[in-house]
C-alpha cells in the first residue's frame, strides 16, 4: 500500500485524510504500527464495565485495520475531589482485564483532574504493511457483513433516564464489551476488501464513509439489520441521543430509504455506537462462509446487511 504522502512522509501509509479508524506507520518492509486514541464518558454507573466498554472500544480500532494490539496507556479524567477513588481504581481494573483479553500490555498512561469522569485509551497495534484493512476498499459485488447489533446509544441514554431498566441493559453489556479480536483473526481468512468498526457515526455515517472513500454506492437491507432488544422500543417512547442530528447531517442528500419507515425505525439508522461491531466489505462468494466461520467461534449476532452495488457518486441506500 502507498502512503498518501500528506505528511511528506511515504512509510504513513494511513494517515487522517480518508477518516479511517487509526493512523498506520510502516517500520519495515514487514512491520507497520496502528496508533489510535478514544476515550468515551460513562455509558453506565458500574465503573468496571465503564473501564471494560471504554478498553474494547480503544482496541476495536485496532482490529478495524487488520491489525493485533501491542500496548495501550490508560487516559484518564476524573474528578478526585467529588468522587471516590475507589471508583477510579474499579474502572482501571476493567479496563486492565479487557487489555490482559486482548494479549496487549498495559503500558501506563496520564490522568488529569477534571469536572466528569472520561476514560480511553490510546493503544499502538502491529499489522504487515501488505495487509492493512481500511474502509475504502469496496469493490462493486462485496457483500457487507456487520458482527454487532446496533442500538447502544439509545439504551444507554434510557439507562441514565429511567425509561430502561437496568437489568434489561446489563443483560446487553458482555456483548457490547466483547471484543473485536475473534471478528477479525476470523475475517482476515477471507479476501476483506475494506473494514470499519461501527461507533459514533452510527451504521448510515460509516456505511457513507466507506462508500465516499471507495468510490461506490451501498445498499443496506433493513430487515437484516441486527439491533439490540429494546432499542427500536426506547426512540417509539421518545428517547434518542445529542448525535442523531449530527449524523443525519452527515449523510444529508447522500443516503435514500426506499420503502417508508417510521421516523423511530429510521433513528436506529443514526444511532451512535460504543464498542460497536465490524463491517466487513468481501467477495459475495465467500460471504455465506465467513458467516459460518463467525458463528463458529462464537459470533452469533454477525449477519449479512447489504452489498456494495457499483461505482459511482458515493451514496447509501436502504432497502426495505
Same mark, same amino acid.
Given at each position: 500500500? @502507498? =502512503?498518501?504522502?500528506?505528511? %511528506?512522509?511515504?512509510?504513513?501509509?494511513?494517515?487522517?485524510?480518508?477518516?479511517?479508524?487509526?493512523?498506520?506507520?510502516? $517500520?519495515? &518492509?514487514?512491520?507497520?504500527?496502528?496508533?489510535?486514541?478514544?476515550?468515551?464518558?460513562?455509558?453506565?454507573?458500574?465503573?468496571?464495565?465503564?473501564?471494560?466498554?471504554?478498553?474494547?472500544?480503544?482496541?476495536?480500532?485496532?482490529?478495524?485495520?487488520?491489525?493485533?494490539? *501491542?500496548?495501550?496507556?490508560?487516559?484518564?479524567?476524573?474528578?478526585?475531589?467529588?468522587?471516590?477513588?475507589? $471508583?477510579?481504581?474499579? !474502572?482501571? /481494573?476493567?479496563?486492565?482485564?479487557? !487489555?490482559?483479553?486482548?494479549?496487549?500490555?498495559?503500558?501506563? %498512561? /496520564?490522568?488529569?483532574?477534571?469536572?466528569?469522569? @472520561?476514560?480511553?485509551?490510546?493503544?499502538?497495534?502491529?499489522?504487515?504493511?501488505?495487509?492493512?484493512?481500511?474502509?475504502?476498499?469496496?469493490?462493486?459485488?462485496?457483500?457487507?457483513? $456487520?458482527?454487532?447489533? *446496533?442500538?447502544?446509544?439509545?439504551?444507554?441514554?434510557?439507562?441514565?433516564?429511567?425509561?430502561?431498566?437496568? &437489568?434489561?441493559?446489563?443483560?446487553?453489556?458482555?456483548?457490547?464489551?466483547? *471484543?473485536?479480536?475473534?471478528?477479525?483473526?476470523?475475517?482476515?481468512?477471507?479476501?476483506? /476488501?475494506?473494514?470499519?468498526?461501527?461507533?459514533?457515526?452510527?451504521?448510515? %455515517? /460509516?456505511?457513507?464513509?466507506?462508500?465516499?472513500?471507495?468510490?461506490?454506492?451501498?445498499?443496506?437491507?433493513?430487515?437484516?439489520? &441486527?439491533?439490540? &432488544?429494546?432499542?427500536?422500543?426506547?426512540?417509539?417512547?421518545?428517547?434518542?441521543? =445529542?448525535?442523531?442530528?449530527?449524523?443525519?447531517?452527515?449523510?444529508?442528500?447522500?443516503?435514500?430509504?426506499?420503502?417508508?419507515?417510521?421516523?423511530?425505525?429510521?433513528?436506529?439508522?443514526?444511532?451512535?455506537?460504543?464498542?460497536?461491531?465490524?463491517? *466487513?466489505?468481501?467477495?459475495?462468494?465467500?460471504?455465506?462462509?465467513?458467516?459460518?466461520?463467525?458463528?463458529?467461534? %462464537?459470533?452469533?449476532?454477525?449477519?449479512?446487511?447489504?452489498?456494495?452495488?457499483?461505482?459511482?457518486?458515493?451514496?447509501?441506500?436502504?432497502?426495505?
Amino acid at each position: 500500500m @502507498k =502512503g498518501l504522502e500528506v505528511s %511528506g512522509d511515504e512509510n504513513l501509509l494511513v494517515g487522517y485524510e480518508t477518516s479511517d479508524d487509526a493512523a498506520v506507520y510502516r $517500520l519495515t &518492509p514487514e512491520i507497520a504500527f496502528i496508533s489510535t486514541v478514544d476515550y468515551i464518558t460513562p455509558p453506565v454507573d458500574d465503573p468496571y464495565w465503564f473501564g471494560q466498554i471504554a478498553a474494547a472500544n480503544s482496541l476495536s480500532d485496532v482490529y478495524a485495520m487488520g491489525g493485533k494490539p *501491542l500496548t495501550a496507556l490508560n487516559l484518564v479524567m476524573f474528578p478526585s475531589k467529588k468522587l471516590d477513588m475507589g $471508583l477510579l481504581k474499579d !474502572i482501571l /481494573h476493567g479496563a486492565s482485564d479487557k !487489555i490482559r483479553e486482548a494479549g496487549a500490555s498495559m503500558a501506563g %498512561g /496520564h490522568s488529569v483532574d477534571d469536572n466528569e469522569p @472520561k476514560f480511553g485509551l490510546a493503544v499502538t497495534g502491529r499489522v504487515h504493511p501488505d495487509r492493512i484493512l481500511t474502509n475504502r476498499g469496496c469493490q462493486a459485488g462485496d457483500a457487507l457483513i $456487520l458482527t454487532k447489533p *446496533l442500538g447502544t446509544g439509545v439504551l444507554f441514554n434510557a439507562g441514565r433516564s429511567g425509561k430502561l431498566p437496568y &437489568p434489561d441493559l446489563e443483560a446487553i453489556l458482555p456483548l457490547v464489551a466483547g *471484543l473485536n479480536a475473534k471478528a477479525i483473526e476470523t475475517a482476515l481468512n477471507y479476501k476483506v /476488501h475494506a473494514c470499519t468498526d461501527i461507533t459514533g457515526f452510527g451504521i448510515m %455515517g /460509516h456505511a457513507f464513509e466507506m462508500a465516499r472513500g471507495s468510490g461506490v454506492q451501498i445498499e443496506l437491507d433493513y430487515a437484516a439489520l &441486527p439491533f439490540y &432488544p429494546n432499542a427500536f422500543k426506547m426512540y417509539q417512547r421518545g428517547e434518542t441521543t =445529542g448525535s442523531n442530528p449530527a449524523n443525519r447531517k452527515l449523510v444529508e442528500n447522500s443516503w435514500e430509504m426506499v420503502h417508508g419507515k417510521t421516523l423511530a425505525e429510521e433513528e436506529l439508522l443514526f444511532d451512535p455506537q460504543t464498542s460497536g461491531g465490524l463491517l *466487513l466489505s468481501l467477495p459475495a462468494t465467500e460471504a455465506d462462509s465467513l458467516l459460518t466461520a463467525l458463528k463458529e467461534v %462464537g459470533i452469533d449476532t454477525a449477519a449479512r446487511v447489504g452489498k456494495v452495488v457499483g461505482d459511482g457518486t458515493s451514496f447509501v441506500r436502504v432497502l426495505t
